[in-house]
């Protein structure tokens, strides 16, 4: 506990609240080296994480304020999968 500001007064543990989840999930204009992720955005919620990656390749991630991002450089014929989440 830490102390307030006040003689005797005492603070309680901090705490963080919840985030609404993105939803309505979606992919949109695949081609061979692109795609477009998109999600409705949650009310109040100011920036997303989307995170990507070929099946068994690395993650690669973006941070956006909106609902949808644009990836380049895909490699035709791989399969992605993709995650979004509010930060």
């Given at each position: 506990f830490r102390y307030g500001a006040n003689a005797g007064e005492v603070s309680g543990p901090q705490f963080?609240?919840?985030?609404?989840?993105p939803a309505n999930l979606r992919t949109s204009n695949?081609?061979?080296?692109?795609a477009t992720l998109?999600?409705?955005?949650?009310?109040?919620?100011?920036q997303?994480?989307?995170?990507?990656?070929?099946?068994?390749?690395?993650?690669?991630?973006?941070?956006?304020s909106n609902g949808s991002v644009g990836?380049?450089?895909?490699?035709?014929?791989?399969?992605?999968?993709w995650s979004v989440r509010a930060v």
């Open positions: 963080v609240t919840d985030v609404p989840a695949v081609a061979a080296n692109t998109a999600w409705d955005v949650a009310p109040g919620v100011g997303y994480l989307v995170r990507w990656r070929p099946r068994n390749g690395e993650w690669q991630s973006q941070t956006v990836l380049t450089g895909l490699v035709a014929g791989q399969s992605y999968s």
